[in-house]
């Protein structure tokens, strides 16, 4: 099938973005950021679905004019239905119904963590299927299985906090401002991963625990602080390279578990905590010693953003998925069972 055009729009936290692909090639994508919720130390979802309001039209206008596609032309408008802020949710999801119910063109909700996962297939190179995707982000860590672009199967997820959770929470431990998973990655190229010891969750099977790591963090900073009130920005590089390589670990050993058990070793990861740089580079060295092949899309595609919503929309499209114009919705959708 040729000519197939989709735009897409991604609002599940605190991005606005709209991307437009054709024939399954990527031709923009768009994404506002929202730094209003720094000063609060995390996203305020009132003020994420304002921005929303205000960032929508002009990121849509500008996807199309970037990609050269008239609203005319396109052959569905897709949208992140679920999971997310519910308020950031609704905006995109009326923006999209309303603009499919104006147009008379097909209507396609998107799943926000299988959109993570087919960011792999945006760009060349791309995994085989079946292959296994790690899915690390703010507010999901997951293991999935995929045997095709619409078929896969969480078989491991976090059982508490997220990987960029984990990193966020133990930023603000350290002293580190909002978004802290990111600082943590800066500082940690210019420390020892060894320095200090951080336990490993003995989680039975393929699920991850890291609010257990946390509260050894929490202590660990508290007793050290209470030795030496300086201790933590004597150390800073150092303390945040060991906290990022005993998160990069926990995911790493369960990934690899997870390759044992399927017999899998075509593996990619995906999520806004794929672009962290010691995961990146612990999945290389990892892939070289157990013989895997590996992917990671580009930093673009790892957070949030509206590519995904394509890359997704296009497969469902051809599949004849479509929404119906009454569908809502939601903070917290199942996925992959």
């Known amino acids: 099938m040729t000519g197939v055009k989709i735009l897409a729009i991604e609002s599940s936290c605190d991005e606005t973005s709209a991307s437009v692909l054709v024939d399954g090639m990527v031709l923009s994508n768009i994404i506002a950021n929202q730094s209003v919720h720094e000063q609060y130390g995390g996203v ?35 949208f992140t239905q679920s999971p997310g802020l519910i308020g950031s949710l609704l905006v995109g999801s009326c923006f999209a119904k309303s603009m499919a119910m104006a147009l008379d063109i097909p209507l396609i909700g ?9 960011a792999n297939f945006i760009e060349d190179p791309k995994p085989s299927f079946p292959f296994l995707c790690l899915t690390v982000s703010g507010g999901h860590t997951q293991i999935v299985q995929c045997n095709g672009p619409l078929d896969m199967k969480v078989i491991g997820e976090t059982m508490d906090d997220a990987a960029g959770e984990a990193f966020d929470k133990s930023a603000k431990l350290i002293g580190l401002p909002y978004p802290g998973g990111p600082l943590v990655d800066k500082h940690a190229k210019n420390g020892d991963p060894k320095r200090f010891k951080f336990p490993e969750p003995q989680i039975p099977g393929l699920n991850f625990s890291f609010s257990g790591l946390k509260t050894a963090i929490l202590y660990f900073l508290q007793d050290n602080k209470a030795k030496d009130p300086a201790f933590v920005e004597n150390n800073l590089d150092d303390i945040c390279a060991s906290v990022q390589h005993r998160i990069v670990t926990i995911l790493m050993n369960k990934l690899v578990k997870a390759s044992e058990e399927t017999g899998i070793r075509q593996i990619s990861i995906a999520g806004g905590v794929s672009a962290n740089s010691g995961l990146r580079a612990a999945l290389a060295e990892y892939a070289a010693k157990y013989d895997w092949q590996y992917y990671i899309p580009k930093f673009e595609y790892c957070t949030d953003n509206a590519a995904m919503i394509a890359i997704t929309a296009y497969y469902k499209y051809l599949a004849g998925e479509f929404a119906s114009l009454d569908a809502i919705p939601s903070a917290r959708a199942v996925f992959g069972e």
């Open 44 to 78: 305020v979802p009132e003020l994420a679905s304002r921005a929303h309001q205000e960032n929508i039209v002009p990121v849509v206008d500008t996807a199309l004019k970037k990609a050269g596609v008239d609203m005319t032309e396109l052959s569905a408008i897709a």
């Open 110 to 118: 998107v799943h926000h963590m299988q959109a993570h996962v087919l």
